[in-house]
C-alpha cells in the first residue's frame, strides 16, 4: 500500500473512493476541480485499475494490491458477446442472458471490491494513517459500497458522486420513487406508462430488490459483522449521506420527487471543444457541406461481434459523410475509404466540432450528455448497463433512435442513420435539449464544488437529510396510522356490539323466573275452571231435566183431565 503524502498548506483534505471505467472519467472531472481550488485530494484505487493511474498532479494516491486479478476489461467484452448472441434467441432468452451476465459482472465487481475494503480495514497502520491525515470529507461513488463502508469507519462526513448505488438507480434509495410513473432501471420504459407496462415496470422493481438482498448485501455482511456493531445494515448506511450529487438533470431525466439533499450536477464533465489534431482537424474538412459522424462505444467496449461490426462498417461506405470510428481491433473488409478508425479519439472535441452531423454511440451517460450539450442527435446501440434506458429518455424527446445491435442488419442501421441525418427533427429537438441544459446561472461543475465546499464548512447537511431513513417501512408508508384508524371505529363498534349483548343477556336473566310462573298459573287455571264447572254443569242439566219432567207431568195431567 503506497504511501499518502498530503500538503499541509491544503484548503481542505479530500479523500476519494471512486469506481473504475467510465465512472472514474467523470470523478477525475471533479477531482481535477477540486485540486484546482486548492484542496488537497487522496485518491484510493487498486494496484491493477484500469484508468486510475497512482501518479498525478491533481492527487496523492492509496494503492491497494489484491494479490489476484479477478475482474478485467475483459469480463465486460465476453459479457457483451453473451448478451447480443441471447438476443438473438428472442426476447425472453435474451433477457434471461442479460440477467445472468449483470448478476455475474455485479457478483465479480462486489467480491473485488469487498476484497480491497477488507485487506484495508486489517492493515492497522494504514488505518492509523488514514486516521491521523484528518481528511475533512470522503467523496465517493456508491454504486460500489466500499467507499461508504470506510467513511463510516473514518468516521467521516460523505458527499456522493452519484448516478447509480449497488443494486440501482440513486433516487431509489433516497427520495419517493411512485413506480406508477417512475421507470426502473432496466426496464426501458418512459414515465407515460399503461397497465401492462406498469406491471413490467413492477416486475424489474421486484428483480432490483432481489438482486440487492440475494446478491449484494450478503458479500459485505461478513465486513460489517467483523468491524462494526452488531446491527449494522448496509442500506442504513447508504442512505446517510450528507449531499447527492446526481449526474443527472431534468433535461435528459423524467420529472420524478426528490430530495433537498439532492443537487444535480448532469453534464458537469461537458465543456466547450478544443481545437482538434492538425490531422484530424483535416479530415473533418474535408467532409464539406455533408459533415462528419462520429462513432464511439465508450471506454470498456472497443469493438462489437465481427457480424455486426461488418453491417456497420458496410452502411458507412454508402454515405455521402465522412465517418470517424473509435474500433480497436481487425480492420472490417467491408470499411469505406470515408471511414477513418481510431483506436482512441477526442469524443467531447468531435462532438462540438462543427462538422459534426450525427453520434452512433451505446448510449453512455457520459457520451450521452456530451451529445445533449453540443447538440449532437444520436443513433443508440445499446449494449448493457443503463444504456438502454438513457437512450430510452432521448428517443422520448424526439433527440435518438435506438436499435438492437444483436439483429442489427446493414440496411436497418443505414436507413435509421439517413433518417437522423436527412430529418431536421432531430437536429432541432437535440438543439432545444443543449439550449435548455445550458440555459442556468451556474456550470454544474461549479455548482458540485460548491457543494463539497458546503458540507466540509458546515461539517455535514443534516438540516436537509430527512428522517425517514430512520423510520421502518411500515411507519414510512403509514401502515401504522391506517391501522390505527381502523381500529378506531372497529374497537368502537365491538366495544357497541358488546355492551348490547351483555345488556339483553342480563335483561333475559331478570325476566325468565316471572315468564315461568305465568306459564304454570296459566296452565293451571284452565284445569280447576274445569274442575268447578263441572259440578255446575251437572247442576243446571239436573235442573234442566227436573223443568222438563214438570212440563211434561204437567201436560199429561192436563190431557187427562
Same mark, same amino acid.
Request: with cysteine; net charge positive; hydrophobic share 40%.
Given at each position: ?187 426501458? +420504459? ?30 459485505? &455482511? ?17 442512505? &446517510? ?92 473488409? &467491408? ?105 442556468? #446561472? +451556474? ?45 378506531? #371505529? ?12 351483555? +345488556? ?18 296459566? &296452565?293451571?287455571? #284452565? ?35
Amino acid at each position: 500500500i503506497s504511501q499518502c503524502i498530503l500538503d499541509g498548506s491544503a484548503l481542505y483534505r479530500i479523500l476519494v473512493f471512486p469506481i473504475d471505467g467510465s465512472h472514474w472519467v467523470n470523478m477525475e472531472v471533479l477531482v481535477k476541480e477540486l485540486h484546482g481550488r486548492s484542496h488537497q485530494v487522496t485518491v484510493i484505487r487498486q494496484a491493477d485499475s484500469w484508468f486510475v493511474r497512482e501518479r498525478s498532479p491533481h492527487y496523492t494516491s492509496v494503492t491497494v494490491k489484491l494479490g489476484v486479478t479477478t475482474f478485467d476489461l475483459g469480463f465486460f467484452e465476453q459479457a457483451v458477446r453473451n448478451v447480443l448472441e441471447g438476443r438473438r434467441k428472442g426476447l425472453v432468452m435474451g433477457s434471461l442472458v442479460q440477467i445472468r451476465e449483470l448478476v455475474s459482472i455485479l457478483r465479480a465487481a462486489h467480491s473485488s471490491t469487498c476484497t480491497m475494503l477488507s485487506i484495508m480495514l486489517e492493515d492497522w497502520a494504514l488505518m492509523t494513517q488514514l486516521k491521523d491525515s484528518s481528511f475533512d470529507v470522503m467523496v465517493t461513488d456508491p454504486g460500489m459500497p466500499a467507499g461508504i463502508i470506510l467513511a463510516h469507519y473514518l468516521n467521516l462526513t460523505m458527499v456522493y458522486n452519484v448516478r447509480w448505488m449497488s443494486f440501482g438507480e440513486g433516487h431509489f434509495s433516497i427520495a419517493p420513487s411512485p413506480i406508477s410513473y417512475v421507470p426502473v432501471p432496466g426496464s426501458g +420504459l418512459t414515465d407515460n406508462m399503461g397497465l401492462l407496462q406498469r406491471t413490467q415496470n413492477l416486475i424489474h422493481y421486484i428483480i432490483n430488490l432481489l438482486q440487492e438482498r440475494l446478491l449484494v448485501l450478503p458479500i459485505y &455482511s461478513d465486513i460489517l459483522d467483523q468491524h462494526f456493531p452488531p446491527g449494522t445494515n448496509l442500506l442504513s448506511l447508504q442512505q &446517510s449521506a450528507d449531499m447527492w450529487l446526481m449526474r443527472v438533470d431534468f433535461v435528459f431525466e423524467f420529472p420524478r420527487p426528490t430530495m433537498p439533499n439532492v443537487v444535480y450536477i448532469g453534464g458537469f464533465q461537458c465543456r466547450p471543444a478544443k481545437p482538434l489534431p492538425g490531422e484530424l482537424e483535416a479530415f473533418m474538412q474535408s467532409s464539406g457541406e455533408q459533415g462528419v459522424v462520429v462513432m464511439s462505444l465508450g471506454t470498456l467496449i472497443s469493438a462489437l461481434p465481427k457480424e455486426v461490426t461488418e453491417a456497420v462498417a458496410a452502411a458507412f461506405a454508402q454515405l455521402p459523410q465522412k465517418v470517424v470510428w473509435r474500433l480497436m481491433g481487425k480492420r472490417p473488409s &467491408s470499411l469505406g475509404n470515408n471511414t477513418l478508425l481510431l483506436d482512441w479519439l477526442p469524443q467531447n472535441d468531435l462532438l462540438g466540432h462543427p462538422k459534426t452531423r450525427a453520434f452512433v454511440a451505446h448510449g453512455g451517460t457520459n457520451g450521452v450528455y456530451e451529445a445533449i450539450y453540443h447538440g449532437v442527435p444520436v443513433l443508440g446501440l445499446p449494449l448493457l448497463f443503463d444504456q438502454q434506458d438513457n437512450l430510452v429518455r432521448l428517443q422520448a424527446k424526439g433527440a435518438a433512435q435506438v436499435l438492437d445491435a444483436a439483429t442489427l442488419t446493414e440496411w436497418e442501421f443505414l436507413e435509421a442513420l439517413q433518417d437522423i441525418l436527412k430529418n431536421p427533427s432531430y437536429q432541432r429537438n437535440m438543439k432545444r435539449l443543449s439550449s435548455l441544459h445550458r440555459d442556468q #446561472p +451556474l456550470h454544474p461543475l461549479d455548482r458540485a464544488v460548491f457543494w463539497v465546499e458546503y458540507v466540509i464548512r458546515n461539517k455535514g447537511a443534516s438540516h436537509l437529510r430527512t428522517e425517514a431513513y430512520s423510520m421502518p417501512w411500515y411507519s414510512y408508508y403509514s401502515l401504522d396510522v391506517v391501522a390505527l384508524l381502523l381500529t378506531i #371505529p372497529l374497537g368502537s363498534v365491538g366495544a357497541l356490539f358488546s355492551f348490547v349483548r351483555v +345488556l339483553l343477556k342480563r335483561r333475559s336473566k331478570k325476566t325468565m323466573p316471572h315468564l315461568g310462573n305465568t306459564k304454570i298459573e296459566n &296452565s293451571a287455571k #284452565p284445569e280447576s275452571k274445569r274442575v268447578e264447572n263441572i259440578p255446575q254443569l251437572d247442576k243446571n242439566k239436573t235442573e234442566k231435566m227436573s223443568h222438563a219432567e214438570n212440563r211434561e207431568t204437567q201436560t199429561v195431567k192436563s190431557k187427562g183431565k
